[in-house]
């Protein structure tokens, strides 16, 4: 077995739009696998539940301690947003392989005066204005050029209904100011999230620190990402807080305390979803360790969703997730609009099973076009440009046979995007990925931790640390302690 500890991964120097940019970002040439792939590795936490915990604990009512957190440029910029509220978070040398632990003090008082730099991360521009609702003085939020795009509008209005002070000259998008007074009556209110659940959520988890609490009701005629609000309200009641959903598409949180966690942070099964599926594009098998054996992360349904492509997946007793492929990969049909960010990888999947004759359809994804670039439109004219035959629907992609080619795949700034270009250039020779560094929002570790899956020579991280691995073929593999 070969351990090696990874770096840290701190930001770098991330572009920040949802454009192509060719010529401003180094391509990075995706290996191919011309073998079986075998792998065995660790991945960082959460990205959900590290953001949902963060704003939890500088809410909270005592200091707490997050174990194994994600360190990456969604969740600095959280840490950096809490920090500027007024709450105390400090790194502490921890037991995980990818970076320190996070000490937080909560603000006896949160203030405002302040400016909320959020990136491309919806978590931070959605979670953090209730909070900011909560503090003394104005908050100013914007982010990267594509972050303007992104829509804001029903969350704003639901919290000007509740009794924010919102400025945003009608835009209902970003830039805007929360004016904070030091606190929010709350109470009953309905928001269409047709577009994001995370506007559900980012009520909800303010909700316990309003006068009366908040009562939510979704007004739209569809929810995607129903699996985000159960962890919401999980991590809720887990610090004592009377959380429930008491009709469809509605949700309660009673006024009260937050209590302090000290808890250490699940790994994030979404960004396990290109590597398990690398055994499924090039056959033999991949093993994603400390896999929880319930957990409310949608990235657990690739279990049975990457069986609709021909492979096969087994939890062991001792955690360990492991994803075979012995037959032909199959085209899938499937219907996700709980499991969204989980859809390029299946796309990607779609275009490398039409090399072998067979049609995909994935669809329920329609909000897609939301996230951090219009993800239908994006992967349709990526797959297209390689020699694919994709078509974007109203509410999905449905991908015809045709071979594959040699090319640039652009990543939009989009980690999925870019991860997405990796599993293709596995079976499909001369892929350089664009902008491969987007992958820091949620792993700044990817290209490091695919070398290491594909048993690739030798990967030199940004950190300096090199991962010595043996030849392609090889049964070493990178385990993270």
């Known amino acids: 077995m070969l351990i090696a500890k990874m770096n840290q991964g701190k930001d770098g120097d991330e572009v920040g739009s949802g454009e192509s940019l060719e010529g401003e970002a180094q391509h990075w040439a995706a290996p191919s696998a011309h ?37 990456s440029r969604d969740t600095d910029l959280m840490v950096e947003a809490m920090r500027a509220l007024g709450a105390r978070i400090e790194e502490v040398p921890g037991s995980g392989a990818f970076g320190a632990d996070l000490r937080i003090t909560p603000a006896a008082e949160l203030t405002g005066s302040t400016t909320i730099e959020c990136g491309l991360a919806g978590t931070v521009m959605r979670f953090v204005p209730p909070v900011a609702a909560l503090a003394l003085g104005p908050v ?72 009366n609490g908040v009562h939510v009701v979704h007004t739209g005629e569809r929810l995607p ?45 979404s960004n396990a979803a290109p590597f398990l599926s690398a055994a499924g594009a090039g056959g033999g098998s991949v093993t994603i360790t400390d896999w929880p054996a319930e957990t409310t992360q949608v990235g657990d349904q690739l279990r049975t969703l990457l069986t609709a492509f021909g492979a096969t997946a087994e939890l062991s007793a001792d955690g360990a997730l492991t994803v075979s492929r012995s037959g032909e990969l199959t085209g899938a049909t499937l219907h996700i609009p709980e499991a969204g960010e989980l859809s390029p990888t299946f796309v990607g999947l779609a275009a490398l099973a039409g090399q072998l004759g067979h049609t995909s359809r994935i669809t329920g994804i329609g909000h897609t076009r939301h996230h951090e670039t219009n ?9 297209n440009a390689l020699g694919g035959d994709a078509e974007e629907l109203e509410d999905g992609i449905e991908v015809r046979p045709a071979q594959l080619h ?13 991860t997405t270009g990796a599993l293709i250039g596995l079976v499909v020779e001369g892929i350089e ?11 700044p570790q990817f290209p490091e931790l695919w070398h290491a899956m594909l048993g ?25 302690f």
């Open 35 to 71: 073998s079986p792939v075998h792998g065995r590795l660790q991945l960082p936490a959460s990205k959900s539940l590290t953001g949902r915990e963060l704003v939890l604990s500088a809410l909270a009512n005592a200091p707490g301690m997050l174990h194994a957190p994600l360190h």
């Open 140 to 211: 100013a939020f914007d982010g990267d050029p594509y972050a303007r795009k992104r829509p804001m509008r029903p969350l704003l209005e639901a919290l000007s209904a509740l009794g924010a002070d919102i400025s945003d000259e009608g835009r209902g998008a970003m830039p805007f100011t929360v004016h904070g007074t030091g606190g929010l009556e709350g109470g009953r209110v309905e928001v269409d999230a047709s577009l994001s659940s995370q506007f559900v959520s980012a009520l909800l988890l303010a909700g316990p620190r309003f006068t």
């Open 225 to 269: 990402s129903v699996p985000h609000i159960e962890m919401t309200l999980e991590a809720l009641r887990a610090r004592g807080v009377q959380a429930s959903s008491p009709a469809t598409g509605e949700w309660k949180v009673e006024p009260g305390p937050i209590g302090a966690r000290n808890l250490r942070l699940e790994p994030d099964l």
């Open 375 to 383: 993800r239908l439109e994006a992967l349709v004219a990526e797959i």
């Open 406 to 418: 040699a090319g640039v795949w652009h990543s939009y700034a989009d980690h999925r995007i870019a």
């Open 433 to 443: 990925v664009e902008d491969i560094a987007c992958t820091s929002k949620t792993l």
């Open 456 to 480: 690739l020579g030798t990967a030199q991280p940004s950190g300096g640390d090199v991962l010595g691995l043996g030849g392609l073929g090889s049964t070493q593999y990178l385990e993270s």
